[in-house]
Nanobody, 117 residues
Framework: QVYLVESGGGSVQAGGSLRLSCAAS????????MGWYRQAPGGQRELVAH???????NYADSVKGRFTISRDNGKNTVLLQMNSLKPEDTAVYYC???????????WGQGTQVTVSS
């Protein structure tokens, strides 16, 4: 079992920035994907951004140009820098780790991000 611990959520005004951090409880030596999903009230969980252990990234169209995902494989962490935040970014953000192929799929506990207008 791999545990993911998130930090960095909070409240900010529109146009502000936040940085989310997620640390895995152990080193992952298989090919894996770490990333962030979010779920707004009444909505479905959706991908925000993810990064493969080799470096490839994928972003939701709604956050391209504003959010940046990065990884420190030595520290088993993934970061999400969120700039130019909008009220529609308000959601619970969840860290996710997928160990390929189909070895494991792990979730953090979620961290609230609230953006006020």
């Amino acid at each position: 079992q791999v545990y993911l611990v998130e930090s960095g959520g909070g409240s900010v005004q529109a146009g502000g920035s936040l940085r989310l951090s997620c640390a895995a409880s152990e080193s992952i030596f298989r090919i894996n994907v770490m990333g962030w999903y979010r779920q707004a009230p009444g909505g479905q969980r959706e991908l925000v951004a993810h990064m493969v252990s080799g470096g490839a990234t994928n972003y939701a169209d709604s956050v391209k140009g504003r959010f940046t995902i990065s990884r420190d494989n030595g520290k088993n962490t993934v970061l999400l820098q969120m700039n130019s935040l909008k009220p529609e970014d308000t959601a619970v953000y969840y860290c996710n780790l997928k160990i390929l192929p189909n070895v494991g799929d792990y979730w953090g506990q979620g961290t609230q991000v609230t953006v006020s207008s």
